[in-house]
């Protein structure tokens, strides 16, 4: 259980060692999520159309350890952009990984640019 | 320390320790409560709901830990025996002495049981404690299996009337018989005693008035009861609810001053004639009269907490015995003086036998004070008259407004909750006044009216008054400038009832418009499936049309299990299916190694399907002639129904017929919540109707139509809606409620509890659905017509247009599927594996 969580770790842009070629932009969905395979990683990517933003966390759910999150419904809390569980409507910031209802499980962010329309996630590894 | 021993551990036991703890002082204290029950009080006022489904946890006065939390010693399940005043103790049934400074006596009252010969057999119960309805239920449920239908109730005053409900829970017919010559005797006079008597009857409850029963016959087990004339009541169980008899048998052995008819004598302190000694409740009599009231024992319990710490407060003199309820669905309330009319007070009384409306007022001749009065079917005006007599508030110049409304004009005569004096007392079950509650939210101790209700416990003994503690709640809120509003989240300050106007007006067709122009921010995994089910509900819009905003379930069409594989249902509607299509389900099942289970609406759910394999699941289903059967929306689920009289012996109609027809009516329509219908075709019920959103249940001459049930976390029965109408009438009823369902409830509101909200209840829902009272039923049947016409399968759609396909895989950048799943066997399939 635990060597789920432990593989995902938030990676800040600025220690991003290697930046993996996800997809063309055409290839995710506007305002929603879609999943990547990264090695042995499941990453979850959200273009917020919206915002003109994308964000990147671990696919897993940190509460029931399910590969869901990308399937979750994209939306904002206090203008901080989050994504809701689709397991139990646990929220979590996309910016920090933060647990948006008080509760203790987070999630780890990895940050996303977007180079000739290529969707790029950065990793330490 | 001075010890205080409690004997009795009731409703007014509980209350006086509650009532002494919260004062100064308590520390100096030690409470010691001696119960005989096995459990911690509980609230014998809700006893009936018990058969209803309520537990004895949820009866509970309090909780497991108060006791302690409070300092408070429980003993249960122990006696106290004796009373040994001179050396100030007491001795248990376990030969355990303890010793005292006071003792407060709250035993309470045990059921009457009229000396009629025969009353020991079997089958002959009182109605009192927990364990009594234990034990009805168990015998209920013996007879029933032995083809016994009918049952009896001895008494036909206000728990008599409740047992009688009980009776009926159980699925026995039951007899009310009553020895006076009207229904609840000591409340309701001979015109009010009649109108409910009608309308119980039309429930098919037998009433029998004036019946001195002579005996119980049967050998060891009841089978009637004889009344004087000879004539025989046939019935396999009888239920005593003939009035209480107060426990004295402790202030008897210890030679307290008791009374000729029973009840321990006490002054206006509480005090018997033991100055260290107590007497509160239904034991207690005061100014010669036992109170069978909670109100009244609550005060008791009050005062003598005060007393004993040296307090002031006293009992009134005169105590008043209104009191306001639903008996077996009809609201009878009875306030004041019901009965009082002479040379200096004149009757009003409004009688109407078409609605089953029965209203008395007394009001003195010279038109100016309300002394008391009677409603019976309509008791909507209780809490204003009320409010009017125990303030002694000026009447209005016809008082016959008070009970008839002033017709011809707009304003109310009571004015608003505002209007009444601060000290006018609106929750008389623990004696809050307005003022209390409204100061509680002005000077901000409270913001909400839960806080309110907990600071001042206002509503939470018989409820009663709780439309005006909440009236009065907004009101000071309104005072203090506070905006009091149901808004559905950060993003919209509207209720979805708001939402769905905003969206209908002004055509909006996408959840940014609605959130640009009327909200803000981008919208939660609240608002947006809201907006996007009231797409679904105006345009009937397709789940597959707004895949943003949906939930996941929406999304992707299927229901996400616990490892994030999905369950896929087709639509069988009404249950029927045959040999080839049951082959169908097999095959699919087995060729995707699919867990399968039937479930609860009649048909068959298929378990453990990849994300990617959805769309190939549904092509094969799809080819063999089966659509979505929308398990995973909140829409209409499906219909269930019993074979009918096509095969059934017992069987009134085509209630699989019906059911099919309705679920193909009404499928694939988003709603606030999920929508389940239930068709049966004779009163054997075996399809569930009454646990569902709408269900039917075929009788003589037509469909009886049941609304606003569910079964889940609250079950609730559904209510009747009409009687014995045609399918054509079904239909359109059925289009009127449902439509208005759809326009008016929250979110995520299912139809039982909107109907609790909903002003004015059930009766409000019959003037707008069948009355047509606010003129909207054409449009509501033209709205519910668009929405029949253009159903379209959302399994479809996906397999044929292949743009839709592409959220079906589980990776962007790879076909493989999630490697994170992995199974372990079950029985003789397989689940999850744990984690």
Redesign the interface.
């Known amino acids: 259980m635990e060597n789920i969580l432990s593989k995902y770790k938030t990676v800040l842009a600025t220690e991003a060692t290697t930046w993996f070629k996800a997809g063309n932009i055409k290839d995710f969905p506007s305002n929603r999520g879609g999943c990547i395979k990264y090695k042995d990683k499941q990453i979850a990517i959200f273009n917020f159309e919206r915002r003109n933003e994308w964000y990147a966390c671990q696919n897993a759910c940190p509460h029931k350890l399910e590969m869901v999150l990308s399937r979750g419904m994209t939306g904002s809390a206090d203008d901080v952009p989050k994504i809701a569980c689709p397991m139990h409507k646990k929220t979590f910031s996309l910016i920090d990984g933060s647990n948006l209802n008080g509760e203790e499980y987070a999630i780890a962010t990895y940050p996303v640019k977007i180079i000739n329309d290529e969707v790029l996630v950065g990793f330490i590894d | 320390m001075i010890n205080i021993i409690v004997v009795g551990n009731g409703m007014v036991g509980f209350k006086f320790c509650e009532k002494f703890i919260s004062k100064p002082g308590q520390e100096k204290y030690q409470i010691t409560v001696f119960g005989e029950e096995p459990r911690r009080a509980y609230d014998r006022v809700h006893l009936s709901e018990y058969f209803a489904g309520k537990t004895a946890d949820d009866l509970s006065m309090s909780t497991l830990d108060w006791y302690a939390e409070n300092n408070i010693t429980l003993n249960t399940s122990e006696l106290i025996t004796d009373i040994n005043r001179e050396q100030k103790t007491v001795h248990t049934h376990q030969e355990k002495t303890y010793s005292y400074d006071y003792i407060v006596l709250a035993t309470g009252s045990s059921a009457f049981v009229p000396p009629i010969q025969g009353v020991e057999k079997e089958g002959v119960f009182v109605y009192r404690t927990i364990e009594d309805l234990d034990a009805i239920m168990a015998y209920a449920k013996k007879i029933k299996q032995n083809g016994a239908t009918d049952a009896a109730v001895l008494g036909g005053g206000l728990l008599g009337l409740e047992a009688a409900k009980a009776v009926r829970d159980l699925g026995l017919n039951p007899h009310v018989v009553e020895f006076a010559p009207r229904l609840m005797p000591r409340q309701l006079d001979k015109g009010a005693s009649d109108m409910l008597q009608s309308k119980i009857e039309e429930l098919n409850i037998g009433i029998h008035l004036n019946k001195a029963t002579q005996y119980i016959a049967g050998d060891d087990c009841i089978t009637g009861m004889m009344f004087a004339e000879e004539k025989l009541l046939k019935v396999d169980m009888l239920v005593i609810s003939a009035g209480i008899k107060p426990r004295d048998e402790l202030g008897r052995i210890s030679g307290l001053e008791v009374g000729v008819r029973g009840g321990i004598e006490v002054n206006n302190k509480m005090q018997t004639s033991d100055p260290c000694i107590y007497a509160i409740g239904e034991v207690a009599l005061y100014n010669q009269m036992i109170y069978g009231l909670v109100a009244p024992g609550y005060e008791m319990a009050d005062v003598a907490a005060e007393q004993i710490m040296q307090g002031e407060k006293t009992m009134r003199e005169t105590i008043d015995m209104s009191t306001q309820l639903k008996l077996i669905g009809v609201e009878v309330a009875s306030f004041g003086d019901p009965f009082i009319e002479n040379e200096n007070v004149t009757a009003i009384v409004y009688e109407n036998k078409f609605s089953g409306i029965y209203k008395r007022i007394n009001v003195t001749k010279d038109g100016k004070t309300l002394l008391g009065g009677i409603l019976v079917g309509d008791s909507s005006d209780y809490n204003c008259l009320f409010q009017i007599y125990s303030n002694a508030m000026a009447l209005p110049q016809n008082p016959e407004d008070l009970i008839l409304g002033s017709r011809g004009g707009e304003s109310s005569t009571m004015g608003s909750v505002m209007d009444l004096p601060d000290t006018a007392v609106i929750c008389s079950c623990e004696n809050v006044t307005k003022g209390s509650i409204c100061c509680s939210i002005t000077d901000g101790t409270c913001e909400t009216l839960t806080d309110v209700v907990k600071l001042t416990k206002a509503t939470s003994g018989c409820g009663g008054c709780k439309p005006m503690v909440v009236d009065l709640v907004k009101e000071a809120q309104k005072s203090i400038g506070k905006e009091v509003k149901e808004s559905l989240c950060?993003?919209f300050q509207y209720t979805r009832q708001e939402l769905f106007d905003i969206v209908k007006i002004n055509k909006y067709t996408n959840f940014?418009e609605v959130v640009d122009h009327h909200g803000k921010?981008?919208?939660?995994?609240v608002c947006?499936?809201v907006v996007a089910s009231i797409f679904s509900s105006i345009y009937n819009d397709t789940a597959n049309k707004h895949?943003?905003?949906q939930?996941?379930?929406d999304?992707?069409l299927a229901n996400?299990q616990?490892?994030?594989t999905y369950s896929v249902v087709p639509r069988v509607a009404g249950g029927e299916i045959t040999a080839e299509k049951l082959i169908v389900i097999g095959q699919v099942a087995k060729q995707f190694d699919l867990y399968t289970k039937i479930t609860g609406a009649q048909r068959v759910d298929l378990f453990g399907a990849h994300?990617n394999d959805l769309p190939k699941i549904w092509k094969i289903l799809i080819d063999n002639g089966f659509e979505s059967g929308h398990a995973y929306g909140k829409s209409l689920r499906a219909v269930k129904s019993c074979v009918g009289n096509a095969w059934c012996r017992y069987g009134m109609d085509d209630s699989a017929g019906f059911a099919i027809e309705l679920e193909n009516r009404y499928k694939g329509i988003r709603s606030p919540h999920k929508i389940k219908g239930g068709v049966s075709a004779c009163i054997r019920e075996c399809a569930e109707a009454r646990g569902k959103d709408f269900g039917l249940i075929a009788v003589e001459g037509g469909w009886n139509l049941y609304i606003c049930g569910n079964g889940g976390a609250t079950p609730k029965h559904a209510v009747l809606l009409a009687e014995q109408i045609d399918k054509a009438t079904v239909l359109k009823y059925l289009d009127r409620f449902l439509m208005y369902y759809i326009r008016t409830a929250g979110p995520l509101v299912r139809t039982a509890t909107w109907l609790d909200k909903l002003e004015g209840g059930m009766d409000y829902l019959k003037e707008v659905i069948i009355h047509d009272r606010i003129g909207i039923c054409e449009a509501l049947e033209a709205e519910m017509e668009t929405l029949v016409g253009t159903f379209e399968c959302e399994w479809k759609q996906v397999i044929e247009k292949p743009r839709l396909l592409?959220?079906f895989s589980?990776?962007?950048?790879?076909d493989?599927t999630?490697d994170?799943?992995e199974y372990v066997p079950l029985r003789d399939q397989k689940m999850p594996k744990p984690?």
Not at chain 2, 521 to 525: A, K, L
Not at chain 2, 810 to 814: A, K, L
Request: with cysteine; proline share 3%.
């Open positions: 950060e993003h940014y921010g981008d919208g939660c995994e947006k499936p895949v943003t905003t939930d996941t379930n999304r992707f996400i616990r490892n994030g994300l592409k959220r589980h990776f962007v950048n790879s493989e999630d994170n799943i984690w």
